[in-house]
């Protein structure tokens, strides 16, 4: 079975700071790795995924992600934050199914 | 490109009566996914449909929800007799050939009083 493990329920942070929320995942197979993110009142939106390939993927907003196979991580930063980057991020897994997993996500809290 | 649509947006009910929620997919999404997402909690997948057939329902509670997608295109997802603890919001999604990349309604949101 595969599990998603996000270890700050709430990020917050000031405007132009830079932010990482941070995700572990557990597998006992290859998979592949996603950031969704959730504005109020709003459905699910794909940031940006890990297939294969540079560890290092970059997203949609500025975002990025680092995949980690030995620490099973798959942290997301961005540089400088801005207001409109409040919103609750989610992380992950499908182990190949095309059935995703996800965590308890992280909700970004942006302020001036 | 229209997106996932869903209805309704919000639904009051109280416990023991039942509710349905419709989802019509991406035009040509072959997946379509329904989640169930609890306050403060990421989305549980309740049943995943490949065309017309199940391919994961081993989360859907089966004594009170059931879902169908008949003609492999929209789907409906309904809770009898609804319970306080189906309160959530239930997000339909689909996908297309690309791994992992589902795309979600808003959701419609369940209030059971």
């Known amino acids: 079975a595969q599990s998603v493990t996000q270890l700050d329920s709430q990020v917050p942070v000031f405007e132009e700071a830079p932010v990482e929320l941070r995700c572990n995942y557990s597998s006992s197979v290859s998979v592949y790795l996603f950031w969704y993110v959730q504005y109020p009142n709003q459905g699910l939106q794909l940031l940006l995924k890990y297939l294969s390939g540079s560890t290092l993927v970059k997203g949609i907003n500025g975002f990025e992600a680092e995949f980690n196979k030995s620490q099973t991580s798959f942290h997301l930063r961005k540089p400088s934050v801005h207001i409109s980057d409040t919103a609750e991020y989610f992380c992950a897994v499908d182990s190949g199914y095309s059935t995703l997993t996800f965590g308890k996500g992280t909700m970004l809290l942006v302020s001036p | 490109e229209a997106g996932v649509a869903q209805s309704p947006r919000y639904k009051i009910i109280e416990k023991r009566q039942s509710v349905a929620f419709w989802c019509n997919p991406i035009?040509?999404?072959?997946?379509l996914y329904w989640y169930q997402q609890i306050l403060g909690q990421g989305p549980k997948l309740l049943i995943q449909?490949?065309?017309?057939?199940?391919?994961?329902d081993s989360q859907l509670p089966k004594d009170r929800f059931s879902a169908e997608r008949l003609k492999g295109v929209d789907s409906t997802l309904k809770i009898q007799p609804a319970k306080l603890e189906d309160s959530a919001v239930y997000l339909c999604a689909s996908s297309g050939p690309r791994a992992g990349e589902l795309f979600f309604g808003e959701g419609s949101r369940l209030t059971v009083l």
């Open positions: 035009s040509g999404h072959a997946t």
């Open positions: 449909f490949q065309n017309n057939g199940v391919v994961d």
